[in-house]
């Protein structure tokens, strides 16, 4: 709990400015602000509440870094389209035996308060636990989702929405059941570690209860600034990732990614479909290939995601290009040949992955790779028919293993004085 | 690998210069000038060979956080002083059967190398994985240091300093001996994770045949910019947490941190030794005091870390000050009044930790906490007297857990030419 003998001030002028469009990352309007709080510029501005009490004297301004910040309220949930964060937490929670409609309710309700809160910089409503004291919100989104389960425990059945169905056993899976599914998902990330920890752990004290922890994964991207290349992230097999994601600029990309506001199920109204797999890595196998090996897998060149049919990353592939024996340029089994979406009926999703490393087995195995985080307004024409086709043929598969598998209804955003799933709870 | 077939060119005219004052850390010079860099200033400056080919078409500059970096070069071995980084691994490695002196010996040259291009933001010698491309050196250091049984499997006992003697044994202790010691030591650290995991693999991968992974963990500090209070971290408690840490600036800070250039035994001339604890936070306890029973606990305030004797963070703590009924301002039991230098000889270490967060364990309890590096000319004089005292009666003892220990001689850094250990080695 802040401790209110010390006034309450803004550690910095620039905390409460609207967001920038970068979702935090790359260098923005904002970073030069910040910056020029170096020169004295912004430092001892104040007025409007951040929760915390001052920073000590020598406190210096935040860079956008910090004072970045999402809105929790929205049309869509944030955490969705945002840039990625330099750190992320994934966790799942299961209701309680005597947890229905009515604690899953004052769940989501509590969930939403101390979700706006965080997000804005504040303190957690009930016996913050100081960790993210003086750091700034730090482009920090929390977003919740519903699992098949839920809606059962809540006698929602009518309300669970067909896209929920389970997905379909691919056989390439080694599927560790207590790491998958749930009946509650949270998605944390944010761009300072110990913001995203304090978020995860005022999430778990929220639960009370009412639900029970059931997984929890750590992940991360590049620290915003640490890299020339901001636009696609570069994975843990040193692959740019993401190339191919669809853009809030193009034109069909609401309709790919978003429910629409006539909603199937209503509650769903402008909601997506989240599909999380662990997808492990299996570096050892992976590192031990050549550098056009490991092109010939992806289809691209790792050096900057140009497709090997020539150009640079926004190049589109020319899958017809052939050598002089006739050989495909682009591997019929290559990863970003198979995905394309203009061979998988328009099938798109908005992949927003973290990375992961839990150290490694006594073998020195990494236990490392992908937390695939991927986003649709329907997951059977989105994951579902590119996941398949993978399964049957892909030259990546080989060097992955999907370990765990979760599949989450995550509703639309909620407008001022509702909760997230309010809609569901109390339609 | 590099792709040779891509010109070499430098992303950005930040990388190659010489690395500010502030570790990597705070609103720095080279913050502005990379934020000029958003205007275009230094979009497209080339010259100089940074080994990783160019980044795409839509490189943005990097900021100071990507363009930061240490020298490895120098008479200390870096990692010890600079700021903290936002991302570190730990990792002890014991020799294999077959390897000796000989191969202790290649070893600790290869790692120098590749600790001395990773630095400089430029690929590993041999089989880079690409994880780091596109990104600056982003402050990384990578530390080597030997554990006591390195000078028996290589035939060095008699160079072996007094100083390694193992530890005393601590009632508090819990240590698990798997995740404890070990004949090489690497820390790791920068301000992006990618960064470190990569440097983290090829270190890994350099051990080849003379070397097996013992342990090895994962742990963060907040991302450069995200805090308006650079100066002291926050740990997960939530408190200000290295407030009376020795200054570079004091007199005697060289004297206390790192061994003498006359050094006993000669080879570690400049060096230092490193402490290294997994210190488990029993947070679900912790949580449960009221913000006033930590402070009580602790002996500063939580907020801004100002004894409670009273002044703000650097204020010297009034040990002798009293309340009405004549007790205690600052409890005889608290922590900060414990681990006072000028109550214990003078004793002084600098620490320089991480936080850890792997997970919960199955009852939803996290297992989160410290990994607590701290640094010393002898440990004798620093960490075992002040742990002494710890054990025997601080407050803070019962919120924390000792789950693993290391004691490791960090030799001087290596000169040019030269690598890590060589004066031991080759002595």
């Known amino acids: 709990m802040p401790d209110q003998s010390v006034p309450q001030a803004r550690t910095s002028a620039e905390v409460a400015q609207a967001p920038d469009s970068t979702g935090g990352h790359g260098v923005s309007r904002r970073a030069l602000l910040g910056t020029a709080g170096a020169t004295g510029l912004v430092l001892g501005a104040s ?167 059931r997984w929890q994964m750590n992940g991360f991207n590049r620290t915003p600034g640490a890299t020339a290349h901001p636009m696609t992230a570069r994975n843990l097999m040193g692959q740019l990732d993401g190339t191919r994601n669809p853009k809030p600029s193009e034109s069909d990309f609401d309709r790919r990614i978003f429910v629409p506001a006539s909603g199937d199920p209503a509650w769903m109204a402008n909601g997506s479909y989240a599909v999380v797999r662990r997808i492990r890595m299996l570096l050892d196998d992976w590192e031990k290939l050549s550098t056009a090996a490991q092109e ?28 002089a024996k006739g050989e495909y340029i682009v591997p019929l089994n290559a990863h970003a040949r198979i995905t394309r979406p203009d061979k998988n009926s328009g099938a798109a999703m908005l992949r927003r992955p973290f990375s992961y490393h839990d150290g490694f087995d006594a073998d020195g195995t990494p236990d490392a790779g992908l937390l695939f985080v991927c986003w649709q307004a329907d997951p059977l024409r989105g994951f579902v028919p590119v996941q398949r086709k993978l399964d049957r043929g892909d030259a990546l598969s080989q060097f992955i293993r999907h370990e765990a598998s979760g599949l989450f209804a995550v509703p639309g955003g909620a407008a001022k004085g509702e909760y997230v799933g309010q809609r569901l709870l109390e339609g």
């Open 296 to 323: 010939a897998v992806i289809g691209r060149r790792k050096s900057n995601g140009a497709p090997l049919s020539g150009g640079d990353e926004t190049t589109p592939m020319d899958l017809e290009k052939a050598d």
């Open 47 to 213: 007025g409007g509440a951040v929760g915390y009490a001052a920073a000590p004297a020598q406190a210096t301004p935040l860079t956008s870094v910090g004072s970045d910040r999402g809105m929790f309220h929205g049309k869509h949930q944030p955490g969705i389209t945002e840039g990625l964060q330099a750190r992320g937490h994934l966790a799942a929670f299961d209701l309680t035996a005597g947890a229905g409609r009515k604690e899953a309710a004052a769940l989501l309700r509590r969930w939403s308060t101390t979700a706006e809160r965080l997000m804005a910089g504040e303190a957690a409503p009930h016996d913050d636990t100081d960790v993210a004291r003086d750091a700034g919100p730090s482009s920090l989104t929390i977003t919740f989702g519903f699992g098949h389960g839920f809606f059962d425990r809540t006698g929602l059945e009518k309300q669970r929405p067909s896209a929920l169905d389970p997905l379909p056993d691919f056989s390439s899976d080694r599927l560790d059941k207590a790491r998958s599914d749930g009946d509650l998902w949270v998605q944390i990330g944010a761009n300072d570690a110990l913001v995203a920890f304090h978020a995860l752990r005022a999430i778990q004290k929220d639960a009370g209860g009412a639900a029970r922890l």
